[in-house]
């Protein structure tokens, strides 16, 4: 059974602590559930300060991080010391703690020389983890993943007209963006769509326009790479602060 629901916070520091408070309320019950929480982060600047919350904030002392397994939604393609790279910045943050197990943090190498093989490489080391209650042809059911959204209306690393919104088969794969002249590394969405929980973290009023089209103009429509964001058996839970919310109707 999948819902959809959406919380709007008066700003981003608001923002950032409930969806640490969500994150800690996703691991407890996954761990109490199945002993394990894997977690998929988002990149970008949003999720910056719950990272950061995550790892310094008294509130999460008694997060499960021994039971939980962190992984990447997306990476740039570039190496993990490059200001762009989504792990440089989880790692300046949250595994600043050293509270995660460093054998629990999964990343992408996006170091090496051709996306393709990131990519490849990246499938490889989450197939070898989620080898479990995989059917063939299946995909991995991670207990949560963190998501962006661009203005464009794009999640993850899949943007509109790129060529990883119509894949099917594979978990990860390269993308070229054209606006950036440049690859990322991204999950597909048969692997968002199965998801037991999505967080969208929306923040910034440069994202409201987008986020009125997205849930109130077009909301029924596949428009937009986040609108194809649909877990087959999960949650979708949007964080929004007011200022990316200001066009939605209050009733929101
Ligand atoms: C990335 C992200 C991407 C991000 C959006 C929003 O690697 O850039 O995964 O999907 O979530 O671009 O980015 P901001 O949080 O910086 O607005």
Known sequence: MSQESRQVYPDADALAMAGAVEVARLARQSV????????????????????????????????????????????????????????????????????????????????LPDANMSALDYDVEVHSFFTEGIR???????????????????????????????????????????????ARITFTFPVLNTARTILLLVAGADKADMLHSVLVANRNAEIYPVQRVRPMDGDKIWLLDRAAAARLPRTY
């Open 32 to 111: 109490a559930e199945h002993g394990i929480f894997t977690l998929a982060l988002a990149g970008g600047s949003t999720p910056r300060k719950l990272y950061t919350l995550l790892g310094t904030d008294p509130t999460f002392r008694d997060f499960p991080w021994e039971h939980t397994h962190l992984f990447f939604g997306d990476e740039r393609h570039v190496p993990p010391t490059h200001i762009d790279s989504n792990y440089l910045m989880v790692s300046s943050t949250l595994l600043a703690s050293k509270l995660v197990p460093a054998a629990h943090v999964h990343r992408v190498r996006a170091e």
């Open 136 to 182: 063939s042809g299946g995909f991995p059911r991670f207990d949560a993943i963190l998501l962006g959204m661009g203005p464009d209306g794009h999640t993850a690393s899949l943007f509109p007209d790129s060529k990883a919104l119509e894949e099917k088969e594979r978990w990860v794969v390269a993308n070229w963006v054209e606006k950036f002249k440049s």
